[in-house]
């Protein structure tokens, strides 16, 4: 049994003390939120996972409006820091400094610089150091990557993904709605996939990207063209999309021997149509992202053996690939990645 805490009880926070309460290896025992009022507010978080809205339940967890008393009271082995972005690397700092293992949500942080303090942090402090990239764990997704792993079906000749979200007017202090806090969409929202293409394909060679800036006065839509040789691979985000919309996440992918495909607002959500023979919808792993990864991070921090997933070098080359595809909106040219 670990003993965690989260500090950041907004929609991500609540999502991890949900995954952390279900999860039999963990000790839930100290919340911080800078926001006294958040812990009135024990309404769970909207979205469609299963479990997420149900209310909160504090009872044996030390709540806390300050980091460091926290990590001074609290004895913990871990800690999740569910933050506004332009305060993750700050926080991580503080958390690995004391000795705990930290989960810090994606993006890592709001530039390389930032991204590389977190990671020489780890390495002094010998902790475990895991980025919140969900998408690695989220089952369908991890199901593509095995398959494409595989190779049963051939080579890979074009990939699509898409992850289009209504305009995120609910964060605390309005935080998302301002690009040099959040990024915008692009590294806000845009990475999951941006990540999820350097985990499938490896580092592209150069990106091509168009975009348009939104509310947040930075990039709030965007097109990239990943460059690889031998394959067509691009990938559109956004959170421009008006409040009927909803949120859709989906991907198509065209190898030599089948299509696999995934839309989150389609039933069946997921399916791979082979060149010959029926459609299959393949079997994947229970539960969702969230839960997944964090329990891989509870793993690791139990010294169990975990499976090479993610790693904070990756995490760090997500911020670096989405950097270069803003790069490339504002020269309207390829940016290379070295
Ligand atoms: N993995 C995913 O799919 C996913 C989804 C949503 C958000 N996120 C990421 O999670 C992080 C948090 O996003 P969110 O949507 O939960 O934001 P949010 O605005 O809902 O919550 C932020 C919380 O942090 C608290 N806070 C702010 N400053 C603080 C401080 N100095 N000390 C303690 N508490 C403080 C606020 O009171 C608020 O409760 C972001 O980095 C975001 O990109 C990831």
Not at 138 to 163: C, H, M, N
Not at 230 to 255: D, Q, R
Not at 264 to 272: A, D, E, I, M, Q
Not at 292 to 307: C, D, M, R, T, Y
Request: with cysteine; net charge positive.
């Amino acid at each position: 049994m670990i003993r965690v805490g989260i500090i950041g009880l907004g929609f991500m926070g609540k999502m991890h003390f949900r995954c952390y309460k279900a999860n039999k290896n963990v000790k839930l025992v100290a919340i911080c939120d800078i926001d006294e009022k958040k812990f009135a507010d024990t309404g769970g978080t909207a979205g469609n996972i299963s479990g997420a809205d149900k209310p909160l339940d504090f009872k044996g967890v030390s709540l806390y409006t300050n980091f460091d008393k926290m990590l001074k009271e609290a004895e913990l082995d871990a800690v999740s820091i569910t933050l506004p972005t332009y305060l993750h690397c700050q926080y991580t700092l503080k958390a690995l400094k004391a000795g705990v293992h930290t989960f810090c949500e994606k993006p890592m942080a709001m530039n390389v610089g930032e991204c590389q303090k977190m990671i020489d942090a780890a390495k002094a402090a010998k902790k475990l150091l895991q980025i919140g990239h969900c998408i690695r764990f989220w089952p369908e997704y991890a199901k593509l990557k095995e398959i494409v792993d595989s190779g049963k079906y051939g080579k890979v000749l074009a990939a699509t993904f898409q992850r289009l979200s209504l305009t995120p007017t609910w964060s605390w202090d309005n935080w998302l709605l301002d690009g040099k806090r959040s990024g915008g969409a692009t590294l806000d929202l845009h990475i999951h996939d941006s990540d999820y293409v350097q985990y499938l394909f490896g580092m592209p060679k150069e990106v091509f990207s168009r975009g348009v800036k939104g509310q947040s006065k930075d990039i709030d839509h965007i097109v990239t063209n990943y460059i690889y040789d031998g394959k067509v691979v691009t990938a559109e985000g956004g959170w421009t999309m008006k409040p009927g919309f909803g949120f859709e996440m989906s991907f198509n992918v065209m190898l030599e021997g089948a299509t696999i495909s995934y839309d989150c607002t389609r039933s069946p959500v997921f399916k791979l149509a082979p060149a010959k023979g029926d459609v299959i919808i393949p079997i994947v792993a229970k539960g969702d992202g969230y839960s997944i990864e964090l329990e891989h991070f509870v793993k690791a921090v139990s010294g169990k053996s975990v499976p090479q997933i993610i790693t904070p070098k990756d995490s760090l080359n997500s911020v670096k690939i989405v950097l270069a595809e803003k790069k490339s909106c504002a020269a309207n040219k390829k940016a290379a990645l070295k």
